[in-house]
């Protein structure tokens, strides 16, 4: 059975970072394309980076040259820089062309001044 555990979420300012960890388990991430996804009150949960089995990495626009998602051994990662309010949102990881239904709890991500 595929868990999905994502953790790493706070409050913090604007211009400020974090590290989102998703530990995985019953699931090969380095054989699939995995994706960082979130969802933003009143808002549908969107895919926001993929990194594919090649390690080439995809980002939305919105978060292209700020955010890096990366993988090492069951756990992939999501590096937030420069945060900006409009991140503000609970992030999840899944498998991006078969996400499994059972989804993590997410991480809740605040970005306030």
């Known amino acids: 059975q595929v868990q999905l555990a994502e953790s790493g979420g706070g409050l913090v300012q604007p211009g400020e970072s974090l590290r989102l960890s998703c530990a995985t388990s019953?699931?090969?991430?380095?054989?699939?394309?995995m994706a960082w996804y979130r969802q933003a009150p009143g808002h549908q949960r969107e895919p926001i980076a993929q990194?594919?089995?090649?390690?080439t990495t995809t980002y939305a626009d919105s978060v292209k040259g700020r955010f890096t998602i990366s993988r090492a051994g069951n756990t992939v990662f999501l590096q937030m820089n420069s945060l900006k309010p409009e991140d503000t949102a609970v992030y999840y990881c899944?498998?991006?062309?078969?996400?499994?239904?059972?989804w993590g709890q997410g991480t809740q991500v605040t970005v306030s001044s």
């Open positions: 899944n498998s991006y062309y078969d996400p499994n239904s059972n």
């Open positions: 019953g699931i090969s991430i380095s054989r699939k394309t």
């Open positions: 990194i594919h089995p090649s390690s």
